[in-house]
């Protein structure tokens, strides 16, 4: 009987061994069923920025302006500026002495460092759209070990949340101006030092970050003085949905409501699935499983795959979703869902009221 049994065991043992064989890149099972969401971005002004979890349908929310520089957490050295709200930065030439710096000195520059102004060249104050940090491109160079080599710069510190009335179906995405500052960023320890006034001012105010490496970076409010906390741990959002400053070429810098970008900061990669004219959309989110999943497809190198490619705001039918593709996402922690758009609208037609569905795979 002992025979019999080790034999069976031996023989289940090559089975199961087979089979883990057969299936190494098997897709992970995730610990969530999907859902329908309404994500909160807040109605015709999008207010809200909202971080979404797909494997545990958590929703972090925070108010647009509730930031205004970002302080990248890894190796590198870089600032990132709140897109969301408009805000561009321009090195002052010249300038050694934040306390010397002047409104009379940038005027020429203040008429540059814009959004939005239809301007091509105003690309060079923006960050990198693709958000492919610490290798992409920001408005503040990368801050060096030398103090003085880091440059002063004129600061637009974008827009407020639009507070008026909003005509159905419409959408504002900025309200009055928030002004303007100089800055300078310097290296402390393995941290930053902010230096920072408003244009006038004689003195500076300054704030001391220390990189906590469970986060993509470290938030900072200049209008309240302090460190802020905004993005959840790096892996644990994948979406995220806000106004976002994108580039239009031969336009430059252009401001998009309804925004989605996905945390390649964190490792999650996504691909847009379109269906073909003869098939109908739903059918194809619906059938679509894991082996229908194209590794070579997924990409981690651009935060916008989403992005505002999900809506059409001038559709024939009124404001829509495009009923022709859907997306795959790979989160941060390896698990792979599939996700469609299914109003951008609230049933009364209020903008900035989202929802869509997701699956795992």
């Known amino acids: 009987m002992k025979k019999i049994l080790f034999s069976l065991l031996v023989a ?3 089975v199961s061994q087979s089979c883990i064989n057969d299936n190494e890149d098997a897709v992970a099972v995730s610990p969530t069923d999907g859902a329908v969401i309404n994500p909160d971005v ?3 002004t999008e207010p809200n920025q909202v971080w979404f979890d797909l494997g545990t ?20 050295f870089k600032v990132v500026m709140n897109s969301s709200i408009m805000m561009a930065a321009g090195k002052i030439s010249g300038a050694t002495d ?3 710096v002047k409104e009379s000195d940038v005027t020429a520059l203040m008429t540059q460092v814009q959004v939005a102004n239809f301007n091509p060249s105003n690309v060079a104050y923006i ?10 491109s920001t408005a503040i160079e990368e801050v060096l070990s030398t103090d003085s080599e880091n440059g002063i710069y004129l600061l637009n510190m974008g827009h407020n949340i639009y507070t008026g009335s909003v005509a159905t179906g419409s959408v504002t995405t900025s309200g009055d101006s928030r002004g303007w500052m100089k800055i300078q960023v310097v290296r402390s320890g393995n941290g930053y030092k902010i230096k920072y006034a408003g244009l006038n001012d004689t003195s500076h105010k300054e704030l001391t970050i220390t990189k906590n490496t469970a986060y993509n970076f470290n938030f900072v409010s200049l209008v309240n003085n302090s460190e802020i906390f905004i993005q959840p741990e790096k892996k644990k959002w994948d979406i995220c949905f806000t106004v976002f400053t994108n580039i239009i070429t031969g336009a430059g810098s252009y401001v998009y409501a309804d925004f989605v970008t996905t945390n390649i900061m964190g490792g999650v990669g996504a691909y847009q699935v379109t269906v073909a004219s003869t098939e109908s959309g739903v059918e194809a989110y619906n059938n679509f499983t894991a ?8 990409e981690y190198t651009d935060q916008r795959v989403i992005g505002a490619n999900w809506r059409n705001p001038v559709g024939t039918n009124g404001l829509e979703t495009y009923g022709d593709r859907f997306y795959v996402i790979r989160d941060a922690e390896g698990y792979y869902f599939k996700l469609r758009f299914t109003r951008m609208t609230s049933t ?4 900035g009221r989202p929802q869509f569905e997701y699956k795992p795979l």
């Open 98 to 100: 934040i306390d010397v």
């Open 42 to 44: 807040g109605g015709a």
């Open 127 to 136: 960050d990198d759209v693709n958000g492919n940090f610490p290798s992409g």
């Open 57 to 76: 349908g958590t929703e972090t929310l925070n108010q647009r302006t509730d930031w205004d520089l970002a302080f990248y957490s890894g190796n590198e």
């Open 291 to 298: 082996s229908d999943i194209d590794q070579s497809k997924f």
């Open 12 to 14: 289940i043992s090559f």
């Open 348 to 351: 009364d037609g209020e903008r």
